[in-house]
């Protein structure tokens, strides 16, 4: 498999205007690219920009070229096997060609790879989504951030080039540095014109005339047809929206059943919480809970790095949530939510509890409450409780997390956005 880079050094801005139209085009194939590369990335480096891989294939245009067509004949030297009249057996598609190393699966992919900023690559992560179910209680605290328009400027980045404005401005740089030339270039002329007519274009004031008409057209060629002074970029603002003060809750099971690599994942899909609910949001309260047997509500470095272990008692981390929002954040003013990683082992005599505390208690006052199980294994008691909650109350999703692969199709399944 070859990987097509290039390395061309982006100076003076050049082919900037190209960029934004290579994103608007390829969003898609960017946004897939995205998507199959964020289950590898690391925990530390979620959030950077990211090197994504296009399969040529995906962005070629359709071209016409011109054929002879028919049936010609042809001598090719050093041909020892052939005569007219025999049929050649099509070759097998082995791929290669032209120096390359041949493929000895018969199929090959080039691959295109495009550079995205951090906030190209999170804009992408993130589009579409947003919290569930969002309600206006109390128009206070929590603002969510629109981008608008605010005119335009002579500094930014590629993707926000304005085409349309930067001709217009190299159209007025050529005008004004071309008026004064173009207008002695007509005088010239004329004047070279009327001499031609009297003394039938000899003489030294005639080559005279020639060399300076020459020296101005020259002139006149050379002004760039757009330079960077001309480039002009859409200018955005984040204009904050007041829409209503909201709580996210992040209930992580540490037991003991919890693996490495499960709690890798849960990680990953918190993280994609936390980035989503500060991109999008400001002002989000985020609530961390851990528990095994007990449950404790930590700050964000002990929910994340904290090596605590022991059994499993889920009902302790809905009861402390229970506690927590009778406490500080009362469903009349907040808009409440909540997300549960687990791998779905509990006490048996536990799963019902957890039941009836999220049907009685806990999903009257939350606008959604998300669970993940992550785990190969088949579904545990707390599945089979909680599935009996979906029919009932449209506010409560669940869904499951085998493979690393999974955790960003099951993050934007929970929160995209829905039809108004």
Not at 70 to 75: C, K, L, N, P, Q
């Amino acid at each position: 498999m070859a990987q097509l880079i290039d390395r061309r050094p982006n100076a003076k801005n050049k082919s900037t205007i190209n960029r934004q139209r290579f994103i608007r085009r390829y969003k898609k194939q960017i946004k897939k690219a995205i998507s199959e590369q964020i289950s590898e990335r690391s925990i530390t480096n979620v959030d950077s920009g990211e090197s994504v891989s296009i399969p040529s294939r995906d962005i070629t245009e359709p071209t016409f070229r011109n054929d002879k067509g028919g049936v010609r004949e042809g001598i090719y030297p050093g041909n020892k096997e052939f005569t007219q009249g025999d049929r050649i057996k099509r070759p097998d598609d082995q791929g290669g060609g032209g120096g390359r190393r041949a493929s000895d699966s018969g199929e090959g992919e080039d691959e295109f790879v495009f550079e995205i900023s951090k906030d190209e690559y999170l804009d992408m992560l993130f589009d579409d989504l947003e919290l569930p179910n969002l309600q206006k209680n109390q128009l206070r605290k929590m603002t969510k951030s629109k981008t608008v328009r605010a005119g335009f400027t002579s500094d930014g980045v590629p993707t926000n080039i304005n085409i349309v404005r930067s001709l217009r401005s190299a159209m007025s740089r050529r005008i004004g540095m071309g008026a004064e030339p173009r207008r002695r270039l007509r005088e010239l002329e004329a004047e070279l014109e009327a001499l031609r007519q009297e003394i039938g274009g000899d003489g030294k004031r005639c080559l005279e005339l020639q060399q300076e008409v020459e020296a101005l057209r020259a002139r006149i060629r050379k002004i760039p047809f757009i330079d960077t002074f001309d480039l002009r970029f859409n200018n955005f603002v984040q204009r904050p929206e007041p829409t209503s003060q909201a709580v996210m809750f992040c209930l992580m099971d540490v037991s003991g059943s919890m693996d490495r690599e499960t709690k890798d994942i849960a990680k990953r899909f918190y993280i994609l919480l936390y980035l989503f609910l500060t991109r999008s949001y400001r002002d989000v309260d985020v609530v961390y809970i851990r528990h095994h047997t007990q449950a404790k509500e930590v700050d964000e470095e002990e929910f994340f790095y904290s090596r605590e272990t022991g059994g499993t008692i889920v009902s302790s981390a809905l009861e402390l949530t229970r506690d927590i929002i009778a406490q500080r954040y009362p469903a009349t003013d907040w808009n409440i939510y909540a997300a549960q990683a687990s791998d779905g082992d509990n006490w048996n005599d536990d799963s019902p509890v957890c039941e009836q505390l999220l049907a009685k208690q806990l999903l009257p006052q939350l606008r959604y409450y998300a669970y993940v199980e992550i785990t190969k294994r088949d579904h545990q008691g707390l599945w089979e409780h909680y599935t009996h909650l979906l029919d009932s109350h449209e506010n409560f999703a669940m869904q499951h997390i085998r493979e690393f692969e999974d955790i960003y199709p099951v993050f934007r399944e929970f929160f995209r956005k829905h039809a108004q």
